[in-house]
């Protein structure tokens, strides 16, 4: 499995109640992306399979509604050109619990 942390993401809620969540753009397509989710501090997204992005340090304020909510917006940026590559619809799956360790290279 090839984890990555994102190191700048962002969560914004639509007036519609839809999360869209903002990373940097990948190199190649997303497959079967699920995001796995607690209600706390941390969630995966499972981008392919074999590549999950950590989300760490979730707002409080949002992880009782981004919890109840059955997907979210993902929006690739190009950061280089500040477009957006790709977007997507990703379900969330509500999960017991996540454990994030992640050592340093």
């Given at each position: 499995m090839n984890w990555l942390k994102e190191k700048t993401y962002y969560i914004q809620r639509t007036?519609?109640?839809?999360?869209?969540?903002?990373?940097?753009?990948?190199?190649?397509?997303?497959?079967?992306?699920?995001?796995?989710?607690?209600?706390?501090?941390?969630?995966?997204?499972?981008?392919?399979?074999m590549e999950a992005i950590v989300l760490d340090y979730i707002n409080p304020t949002i992880h009782e509604t981004l919890l109840k909510s059955p997907f979210a917006e993902l929006v690739e940026i190009d950061t280089s050109i500040d477009e957006v590559e790709r977007n997507y619809k990703v379900p969330i799956k509500q999960v017991p619990h996540i454990t994030v360790i992640l050592g340093k290279k």
């Open positions: 007036q519609e109640g839809i999360f869209l969540i903002f990373i940097s753009a990948r190199k190649d397509n997303a497959i079967h992306a699920i995001i796995q989710y607690d209600g706390g501090d941390h969630a995966l997204f499972l981008r392919k399979p």
